[in-house]
């Protein structure tokens, strides 16, 4: 079982939401958005809207056994103490519970419906490139201040994301 990542604060930069873990790191806060086609996307900002986005996020046993090797890169978010968080966005984070005798057993922090991600551990620096954070067509997208809040939950015993057909 992976141990639960130690989130000392979250902090704003360049309208972009970052953790800093208790090893130092400034780690990139990632929610799930589902397979898009850059088709798909809005014009103005190169993002679909949440709104018409109709799957939930699985938890890590409801993937597919070929994709979960990526998957469990990202770590969820522990939910987080008000005192953690800015001010001017605390009122849009809560928490999940998530399935008991999962591998990730503790609450997930949710900011505006959207469950948290961390890449890897939070011991070493996210690998991930800044020019990658709002690309629609990636399964993990960096969360941004005032993006538009939706309803996008974990489920247990959700459908397994991406469909069977994407896999190899």
Do not use: C
């Amino acid at each position: 079982m992976i141990q639960e990542p130690r989130i000392l604060a979250v902090t704003v930069r360049d309208k972009y939401l970052y953790a800093v873990s208790k090893a130092g790191h400034l780690l990139p806060l990632y929610y799930y958005g589902p397979l898009l086609d850059p088709r798909d996307a809005a014009p103005a900002d190169g993002l679909r809207q949440p709104e018409t986005w109709t799957q939930n996020v699985p938890f890590i046993e409801d993937w597919e056994a070929y994709a979960r090797v990526f998957v469990k890169e990202y770590v969820p978010v522990p939910e987080l103490s008000a005192d953690v968080l800015p001010d001017d966005i605390e009122v849009h984070f809560s928490a999940q519970p998530r399935p008991e005798g999962s591998e990730r057993p503790w609450a997930q922090a949710v900011y505006g419906g959207y469950p948290l991600y961390i890449f890897g551990s939070g011991e070493e620096p996210d690998p991930a490139g800044l020019e990658e954070r709002d690309n629609p067509t990636l399964m993990f997208r960096q969360a941004r201040r005032g993006m538009k809040h939706g309803p996008i939950t974990g489920v247990d015993g959700g459908v397994g994301i991406p469909p069977t057909d994407l896999g190899p």
